[in-house]
């Protein structure tokens, strides 16, 4: 899968309105300058008068609330989407809450965005006005690098523009996300999305589906694997629908003995409750592939000893604190331990297809801007049944 996406030509407008913007580390997650002021601006002096309707964290401990945001005016390649409706990934959360420690506030969470085209630039060839449109987990990339090259926006070396809490180089500042009303991005990074399937169960397809559905793929899950899934959260939900749909035998693990029929309607062959060491031993030595896609602190060891020789175990969840790992675990059985991080925009386009044509979408619960608060609690307790989704004619 490659694609070549044309890059992006900064206007003099944008170099001037970045010259006057305050710096920020994204790697190092230190803000060098003010943070952006609060119901104003994206944190530059950009004139636009205009404020959108958000919602956003000002603190790590604050709840979410109303905020006024700006959105740039629609470049030549750039799609303006109304949102309708925005997924609630726990990433959102982990960033809220400044549990990677790189939070910029004010933070307006949202990467699982699904809307209509209302406004589009003059080179845009992808979209026109009143078409459906989605915008998942990043805005841009430097489009040059051997990834970009690769179609591996993700891995970009100079770091994606995430679809939030990255610098914002039109305006300034940070970038906001989907919790909002409306957003403007480069047609390289906005998909199409199929009329066919429930729009708002198709948003967290977006992330939790893409996240899942690209390593599935490049560790080459098909029929005949018997392949683990850890969690039955957003991605976890996603995940044992793509597994299954690829052929695979598959098994659950999760700490939620109440899911296990769910798990098993969502497509499992078999549910393991993880605390179970009876159960946990029955499985031994015999995995092709698993997947792990918790949020908080678990014993990875209990999953690779579940590996069979040259079995992989990819980890997409991203816990706060680091896991350990025994290296015998590893060594005896030649296992491997990997990562992956969402999937880039063609495999992103690839994957909405895939769902279009085999009816996939995502088991949600519709909540309205108000209940975000309750969501992210319900979120830490693991009680979401299976992503929560906002009605954005609720903002
Ligand atoms: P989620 O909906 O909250 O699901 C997480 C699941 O993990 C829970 O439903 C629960 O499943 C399990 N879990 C929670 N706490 C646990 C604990 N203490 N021990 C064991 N299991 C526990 O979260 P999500 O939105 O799917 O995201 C999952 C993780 O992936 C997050 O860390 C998120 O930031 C990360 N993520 C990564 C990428 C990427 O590109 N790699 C993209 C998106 C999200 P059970 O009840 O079944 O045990
Ligand atoms: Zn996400
Ligand atoms: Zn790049």
Redesign the pocket.
């Known amino acids: 899968m490659k694609m070549k996406i044309k890059t992006h030509q900064k206007s003099e407008k944008s170099d001037r309105i970045k010259a006057a913007q305050p710096s920020i580390n994204l790697r190092s997650g230190s803000l060098t300058t003010a943070t952006p002021r609060f119901g104003s601006t994206n944190g530059g002096d950009h004139p636009n008068p205009r404020g959108i309707k958000a919602y956003a964290a000002q603190t790590a401990t604050a709840s979410l609330g109303p905020f006024a945001i700006q959105r740039r005016d629609v470049g030549d390649n750039d799609v303006q989407i109304e949102i309708l409706y925005c997924g609630v990934c726990h990433s959102d959360l982990h960033m809220v809450r400044n549990e990677w420690h790189q939070t910029v506030y004010p933070c307006v969470p949202g990467h699982e965005i699904v809307g209509r085209v209302t406004a589009v630039g003059r080179e845009v060839e992808k979209f026109k006005e009143g078409d459906l449109a989605g915008v998942g987990c990043m805005v841009d990339?430097?489009?040059?690098?051997s990834?970009?090259e690769q179609g591996l926006?993700q891995y970009?070396?100079?770091g994606p523009v995430q679809t939030y809490n990255s610098e914002d180089k039109h305006l300034g500042g940070v970038t906001y996300g989907g919790y909002s009303k409306s957003i403007v991005v480069d047609e390289a990074f906005v998909l199409r999305v199929s009329d066919k399937l429930n729009l708002a169960a198709v948003a967290p397809l977006l992330c939790a589906g893409i996240t899942t559905y690209s390593p599935l793929r490049h560790w080459k899950v098909s029929k005949g694997q018997k392949v683990g899934i850890v969690g039955l959260g957003g991605l976890g939900h996603m995940a044992v629908k793509f597994a299954r749909s690829f052929g695979a035998h598959v098994v659950l693990f999760t700490t939620s003995p109440e899911k296990g029929a769910d798990a098993i309607r969502l497509g499992a062959h078999e549910v393991v409750v993880s605390k179970d060491q009876g159960e946990m031993n029955k499985h031994l030595n015999s995995f092709d592939f698993i997947l792990d896609a918790v949020s908080a602190e678990h014993d990875i060891n209990a999953y690779l000893n579940l590996l069979k020789v040259d079995g992989t175990l990819t980890l997409v969840g991203l816990p706060e604190k680091p896991l350990g790992i025994a290296a015998f675990n590893l060594i005896g059985r030649r296992r491997q331990f990997a990562g992956s991080m969402i999937g880039g925009i063609a495999e992103t386009q690839e994957m909405l297809d895939y769902c279009a044509d085999h009816g996939i979408v995502s088991d949600v619960e519709l909540i309205s801007i108000d209940q975000v608060n309750e969501a992210y609690e319900r979120m830490v307790k693991g009680q979401v049944k299976y992503r929560f989704v906002i009605d954005m004619a609720s903002l």
Do not use: D, G, P, V
């Not at 990339?141 to 690098?145: A, D």
């Open positions: 990339s430097c489009r040059t690098c990834s970009c926006e970009c070396e100079h």
